[in-house]
């Protein structure tokens, strides 16, 4: 049986996080006034590389069997979190080293961009370009994720377990290399024809890669203080939520429509239920802003169009302040932003297919009590791959994930509302927005939030970029191993006792012989 090196895969991840923190000084052939900041950029990658290096030569610790469940539990949900926070840790040095924000708000910004969350504390107007290209490309290396980038490079036999345990379901390929190659050659080319299209609609050319990189990778983050809609351009709104919905959509989705297999593509229940939402809310959302805020019809169709399709893509890029709109409009971007986007995509939020098995399952159990009794129907649900069916299992994961992710909305809406002291909508709407990776705030999150408001969205970003169950199988592992190792040594520590008592009673009898 083969035997697993654990800090292998963990020093390979920690030299990929390096090179991605240094890859934004590449800009300082655009924008040499930026020079500045050279080395609060090429410290912590240096640090992350070396670091890496260290641990791949000397932590190659030998942990177990690989064919050992708990073991692969252990090591996968481990090395996935361990990278994950590294990761945030590593990218908030940039923010910290060159002075723009204090500790506690470069962890914020860092967890941020990584999980394509998109809210920030950072004052835009006054930030340099190599920090606004760094916050995107954080972002557009997010919605990848970290797994899915070094297996473009290197897998092993543990690639599999590490890519599912980072939240990629589909593998598009029979090749786990080539099916991570395929998606990034994919997100590669949406980037480029993203950045065309914001630059044909009058974008300049720098926005045009940095809000092509947020849009495809759901995160949200702008190079303006008030986000696409200081554009006042419809044509850039057009290609932002045609880049949003690209991005919310499942992978294996996208390339059904790559290899123009359309029909296909448009028969996936979770495709037809994202723009049934959309069909259904945004009218309702614009009936709401044309009567109470007194817009136009059309002018408030276009304010819901692109705002329902940002809260439901988890993106987080807006048109206008929250603060004068409806609460009944203000209600339905919180469940747009609770539902969240496609599985398997760049997207946050419960996600798409599971809302549709809840409903799903909430009608199959109404017409169980209304039909006879001896009435057998097993449903099913398309997936990019064909029909599945929803069986027990299934059900029974969709509940789970359902349960605890509105148990963790509940909890962190109340610690919103202790420390940031406002009201039980706002909070709602802001970790919302954390919790399913949005973006979108209603005023709470800004340069003046306080360190205890920033810890509990951080906590909702990690746990809903990771999906939540990672990060519960990491800490229930890691205290069944933590408790391993004490009873190991309690026993270890007895029969030291043990054997020095027997010792000094063996020592004892023949002094008295």
Not at 247 to 272: D, I, P
Request: proline share 2%; net charge positive.
């Amino acid at each position: 049986m083969a035997r697993i090196k654990e800090g292998s895969n963990r020093g390979k991840l920690m030299m990929l996080i390096g090179l991605l923190v240094a890859a934004p000084l590449v800009l300082l052939l655009f924008y040499p006034e930026d020079s500045g900041f050279v080395w609060a950029f090429a410290g912590p990658s240096l640090f992350s590389l070396a670091a890496g290096v260290f641990v791949c030569i000397f932590g190659r610790r030998d942990t177990g069997c690989s064919t050992s469940w708990s073991v692969s539990q252990w090591q996968s949900s481990h090395t996935v979190l361990f990278t994950w926070f590294w990761g945030i840790l590593i990218g908030a040095m940039p923010f910290f080293f060159s002075g723009h924000l204090n500790p506690v708000q470069a962890l914020f910004e860092s967890a941020s961009g990584w999980t394509t969350t998109g809210l920030s504390v950072m004052d835009v107007p006054q930030t340099s370009h190599i920090f606004l290209f760094y916050r995107s490309f954080m972002q557009y290396c997010g919605g990848l994720g970290f797994i899915m980038m070094i297996v473009m490079l290197i897998s092993d036999k543990r690639s599999m377990d590490l890519f599912n345990a980072e939240g990629h379901p589909d593998k598009l390929m029979p090749n786990l290399r080539k099916t991570a190659q395929t998606i990034f050659a994919m997100y590669l080319i949406f980037l480029l024809l993203g950045t065309v299209a914001y630059a044909i609609a009058g974008m300049p050319l720098f926005d045009s890669v940095c809000h092509a990189m947020c849009s495809l990778s759901t995160g949200g983050f702008s190079t303006k203080l008030n986000s696409i809609g200081e554009y006042h351009s419809l044509a850039i709104e057009i290609v932002t939520i045609v880049l949003m919905l690209i991005g919310t959509t499942n992978f294996a989705v996208l390339l059904l429509l790559v290899r123009r297999k359309w029909r296909q593509a448009v028969q996936v229940s979770e495709v037809r239920f994202l723009f049934l939402l959309l069909l259904i809310f945004v009218p309702l959302m614009a009936l709401s802003l044309s009567h109470e805020l007194g817009l136009g019809f059309a002018e408030a169709l276009r304010q819901a169009l692109f705002n329902a399709s940002s809260a439901l893509s988890t993106t987080g890029y807006a048109t206008m302040g929250y603060d004068t709109w409806p609460a009944f409009s203000v209600g339905i971007l919180i469940l747009l932003m609770l539902i969240g986007g496609g599985m398997g995509s760049t997207a946050g939020g419960l996600k798409l297919t599971r809302v549709y098995l809840l409903l799903r399952m909430i009608g199959q159990n109404i017409k169980r009590k209304l039909v006879s009794g001896r009435f057998v129907d097993t449903p099913t649900y398309t997936k990019a791959q064909g029909k599945a069916k929803i069986d027990e299992a299934l059900c029974s994961d969709t509940l789970g994930f359902v349960g605890c992710y509105l148990l963790l909305f509940i909890a962190g809406a109340l610690s919103l509302m202790l420390t940031a002291g406002c009201g039980l909508t706002e909070a709602m709407f802001e970790f919302a927005s954390a919790l399913g990776t949005v973006g979108l705030s209603i005023g709470l999150t800004g340069t003046t939030t306080n360190s205890a408001t920033l810890i509990v969205e951080m906590i909702g970003m990690v746990l809903g970029r990771l999906e939540i169950f990672i990060v519960l199988t990491g800490i229930y592992f890691g205290l069944h191993r933590i408790k391993f190792i004490w009873r190991k040594n309690k026993k270890s520590r007895e029969q030291r006792h043990l054997f020095n008592f027997k010792s000094l009673q063996n020592i004892y009898f023949l002094h008295l012989n």
